[in-house]
């Protein structure tokens, strides 16, 4: 039978997920979930292709540094059923880099980008 991982490895594999993400290492997400499921809308990507192709798909990925502008703060991480699968219940507080709009209001409704935001 093999070794069950531990509470402490489960969470850090919750952490390392955001921090992929944010750092947009969808690749490194597809590695992640190779022997495991990411389960979304639909029928579960397998793979490191298809995981990959789905974060591609799923997030904006800005040029300037090759990420979606995001930080997820992870909180409050329940660990559930570890014998044989595990499960999490994270509370997560995704911020995102504001692409800056001003509005203005009057017989039009206006928008302007700031400069250096790109939309």
Known sequence: MAPQPDQGQ???LAYRYVELVDSGDFHGLGEMFVDGVLYSSGEPPRGVAEVR??????LRVYPDNG?????????NLIIG?????????PVTTVH?????LEIETGPRLLLHRHSGNPL
């Open 10 to 12: 489960i969470a850090n």
């Open 53 to 58: 192709s789905n974060f591609v798909d799923w």
């Open 67 to 75: 990420t979606p502008h995001t930080r997820h703060l992870t909180t």
């Open 81 to 89: 059923g570890v014998r044989v699968a595990a499960s999490t219940r």
């Open 96 to 100: 995102a880099q504001a692409h800056m």
